[in-house]
């Protein structure tokens, strides 16, 4: 079945950087285009970070709130999928989530990042 394990999270303060990782499995990782995903207490679940399934060449987008500070990446030999997080703000502190996109009805349980001085 479907699985996706997402880790990397912390605390950190204002400024700073953080990579999350997520390793899948249970699909054919390479032919969807997958996401990063963050819910803040008290939010919907958000898109921060899409990356296509590539093939002629992967093709990224990003939201405004996070464009210029997230990078998305992926590894399909690995079925794992990254985010770069640098710029760290207050503002970014939720649960992150990696799925595809458009995302399965399962989530992992993924993995808390805080921005807090």
């Known amino acids: 079945q479907v699985q996706l394990v997402e880790s990397g999270g912390g605390s950190v303060q204002p400024g700073g950087s953080l990579r999350l990782s997520c390793v899948t499995s249970g699909w054919i990782f390479r032919l969807y285009a997958v996401a990063w995903y963050r819910q803040a207490p008290g939010k919907e679940r958000e898109l921060v970070a899409r990356i296509s399934s590539g093939g002629s060449g992967e093709t990224t987008n990003y939201p405004d709130s996070v464009k210029g500070r997230f990078t998305i990446s992926r590894d399909n030999a690995k079925s794992t999928v990254y985010l770069q997080m640098n710029s760290l703000g207050p503002e970014d502190t939720a649960v992150y989530y990696c799925?595809?996109?458009?995302?399965?009805?399962?989530w992992g349980k993924g993995t808390l990042v805080t921005v807090a001085s």
């Open positions: 799925n595809k996109n458009p995302a399965f009805a399962y």
